[in-house]
């Protein structure tokens, strides 16, 4: 490979990194060239950590970081050498003594090989195309699980049933790393035929604070709560430095006036207004049901992380039904996986049926807690604002701004959907400030703009 050849897998590298999200400036980009040339490009794993260490600042950027460098400084190019696979069951055979010997070089070459002999799909060399799917479900690699354990029992000792079920999850953590290169080689295949960087910008998962809400897994929403503690200690020093700006006070004109008749009317020294120290409280209001769930979740474990910057915190859910869920919130800064089980388990959040009502369920803030909400008091709705046709109840929103010091509501859904089928959210948001808050990075800022001092 030239030098220009590598200056622009780097550069693309790079591109394709900061299309999602992660911060790669200048510096970063330097000290990582400054890596390909001293490390070279004959060890690629050798590469692979040299860029990591130079471009990344957490282990939690790696699951973008590795794709994305097996697209820009893959392991092969074109089809893999000899004659494509034909015979299945061979494949299998030899598959199954790879993941016996558990050589990853090995299942390298023979992902390589499944991809090209049974991944491949489209009738014309412009349609052609390379599926992973395709390719482990014609081979089935999972059933391959007892043949590959009697293998090893046959070259070692037998072993109890214990030892046999960790050999078991052994031989399942092989054939997902064999998943994983079937997936790369035929994302490979398809980045060589349409381009790296689309590849890179479509194929590639964002990470889990990019996600939208509305569309995590249970995995990526376990990331998202596992996130909330670092998260909650970056924003409480945000709000720290906005408090103690916001502490120095104002110009007092009056006084800086009256003070510069000392000096000819040159104001040399102003007179300041001091602010009163005063935390300020904040009330949730939170729509747990549906998809809306994870995002709710995370926001309250997000506020009780919080809880110190502020005076007051009560979080109150609802589906039809509205309760408050404060004192459950202590318990689920402990339990993070099982706030929402507890929530729903716990408090009373339906009536006689299931759906979203937003209109009861303000109706009965407004009316039965009533008194939690100040001049002090900064509310904050979480919810997509889907009545399912019910009465939206906007006088009860107006009683609750009237009350509040400020009210936001942050709408999980895009922007472009607000206002189409069942959504109240343009009649909502004549009254209250809504913001779009699609994933956890959203959040993140929003909350460290939005949240009183």
């Given at each position: 490979?030239?030098?220009?050849?590598?200056?622009?897998?780097?550069?693309?590298?790079?591109?394709?990194?900061?299309?999602?999200?992660?911060?790669?400036?200048?510096?970063?980009?330097?000290?990582?060239?400054?890596?390909?040339?001293?490390?070279?490009?004959?060890?690629?794993?050798?590469?692979?950590?040299?860029?990591?260490?130079?471009?990344?600042?957490?282990?939690?950027?790696?699951?973008?970081?590795?794709?994305?460098?097996?697209?820009?400084?893959?392991?092969?190019?074109?089809?893999?050498?000899?004659?494509?696979?034909?015979?299945?069951?061979?494949?299998?055979?030899?598959?199954?003594?790879?993941?016996?010997?558990?050589?990853?070089?090995?299942?390298?070459?023979?992902?390589?090989?499944?991809?090209?002999?049974?991944?491949?799909?489209?009738?014309?060399?412009?349609?052609?195309?390379?599926?992973?799917?395709?390719?482990?479900?014609?081979?089935?690699?999972?059933?391959?699980?007892?043949?590959?354990?009697?293998?090893?029992?046959?070259?070692?000792?037998?072993?109890?049933?214990?030892?046999?079920?960790?050999?078991?999850?052994?031989?399942?953590?092989?054939?997902?790393?064999?998943?994983?290169?079937?997936?790369?080689?035929?994302?490979?295949?398809?980045?060589?035929?349409?381009?790296?960087?689309?590849?890179?910008?479509?194929?590639?998962?964002?990470?889990?604070?990019?996600?939208?809400?509305?569309?995590?897994?249970?995995?990526?929403?376990?990331?998202?709560?596992?996130?909330?503690?670092?998260?909650?200690?970056?924003?409480?020093?945000?709000?720290?430095?906005?408090?103690?700006?916001?502490?120095?006070?104002?110009?007092?004109?009056?006084?800086?006036?009256?003070?510069?008749?000392?000096?000819?009317?040159?104001?040399?020294?102003?007179?300041?207004?001091?602010?009163?120290?005063?935390?300020?409280?904040?009330?949730?209001?939170?729509?747990?049901?549906?998809?809306v769930s994870g995002f709710s979740?995370?926001?309250?474990?997000?506020?009780?992380?919080?809880?110190?910057?502020?005076?007051?915190?009560?979080?109150?859910?609802?589906?039809?039904?509205?309760?408050?869920?404060?004192?459950?919130?202590?318990?689920?800064?402990?339990?993070?996986e099982g706030l929402g089980t507890?929530?729903?388990?716990?408090?009373?959040?339906?009536?006689?049926?299931?759906?979203?009502?937003?209109?009861?369920?303000?109706?009965?803030?407004?009316?039965?807690?009533?008194?939690?909400?100040?001049?002090?008091?900064?509310?904050?709705?979480?919810?997509?604002?889907?009545?399912?046709?019910?009465?939206?109840?906007?006088?009860?929103?107006?009683?609750?701004?009237?009350?509040?010091?400020?009210?936001?509501?942050?709408?999980?859904?895009?922007?472009?959907?607000?206002?189409?089928?069942?959504?109240?959210?343009?009649?909502?948001?004549?009254?209250?400030?809504?913001?779009?808050?699609?994933?956890?990075?959203?959040?993140?800022?929003?909350?460290?703009?939005?949240?009183?001092?």
């Amino acid at each position: 490979m030239t030098g220009a050849g590598v200056t622009e897998r780097l550069t693309g590298l790079v591109g394709a990194l900061r299309a999602h999200g992660l911060r790669v400036g200048t510096g970063e980009t330097v000290d990582a060239a400054r890596a390909v040339e001293a490390l070279g490009l004959a060890d690629r794993e050798l590469l692979r950590e040299g860029l990591a260490a130079t471009l990344l600042h957490g282990t939690g950027q790696r699951p973008v970081f590795d794709p994305v460098f097996d697209l820009y400084f893959p392991r092969g190019v074109g089809a893999p050498q000899g004659e494509p696979a034909a015979d299945r069951e061979d494949l299998r055979d030899r598959l199954a003594a790879a993941l016996a010997a558990n050589d990853q070089a090995l299942m390298g070459q023979l992902a390589a090989e499944a991809v090209d002999g049974f991944g491949g799909y489209g009738n014309s060399p412009s349609s052609d195309g390379w599926s992973s799917y395709q390719t482990l479900d014609r081979l089935r690699p999972q059933t391959l699980l007892a043949r590959v354990r009697t293998s090893i029992r046959a070259e070692g000792a037998g072993g109890s049933g214990f030892t046999d079920r960790l050999l078991d999850d052994e031989i399942r953590q092989r054939i997902e790393g064999f998943r994983r290169q079937v997936a790369l080689e035929a994302r490979r295949r398809v980045a060589e035929r349409r381009g790296r960087d689309e590849i890179a910008r479509r194929a590639i998962a964002p990470t889990a604070d990019r996600v939208d809400f509305l569309f995590a897994g249970r995995a990526q929403l376990a990331e998202l709560r596992r996130a909330v503690q670092p998260l909650a200690r970056k924003l409480a020093t945000r709000l720290a430095a906005r408090r103690r700006r916001a502490s120095r006070g104002t110009i007092d004109l009056r006084r800086t006036l009256r003070g510069s008749l000392s000096t000819g009317g040159v104001p040399m020294r102003p007179v300041l207004r001091r602010r009163r120290p005063v935390r300020p409280e904040l009330v949730l209001l939170c729509d747990v049901s549906g998809s809306v769930s994870g995002f709710s979740d995370f926001t309250m474990l997000l506020v009780q992380a919080l809880h110190d910057q502020f005076s007051k915190v009560r979080v109150f859910a609802f589906v039809n039904r509205l309760d408050e869920v404060t004192p459950l919130l202590v318990h689920g800064t402990a339990d993070p996986e099982g706030l929402g089980t507890r929530i729903r388990d716990e408090a009373t959040l339906t009536g006689w049926h299931g759906s979203s009502d937003y209109g009861v369920a303000l109706g009965e803030f407004a009316e039965r807690y009533g008194d939690a909400v100040g001049p002090r008091t900064t509310v904050f709705v979480l919810g997509d604002a889907r009545t399912n046709m019910s009465d939206p109840n906007l006088p009860a929103v107006r009683q609750i701004t009237q009350r509040a010091r400020r009210v936001y509501w942050l709408n999980p859904e895009q922007r472009t959907q607000w206002g189409t089928g069942d959504s109240a959210a343009p009649d909502y948001a004549e009254l209250v400030e809504m913001h779009e808050c699609r994933n956890a990075q959203q959040l993140s800022a929003l909350v460290g703009r939005l949240l009183p001092i």
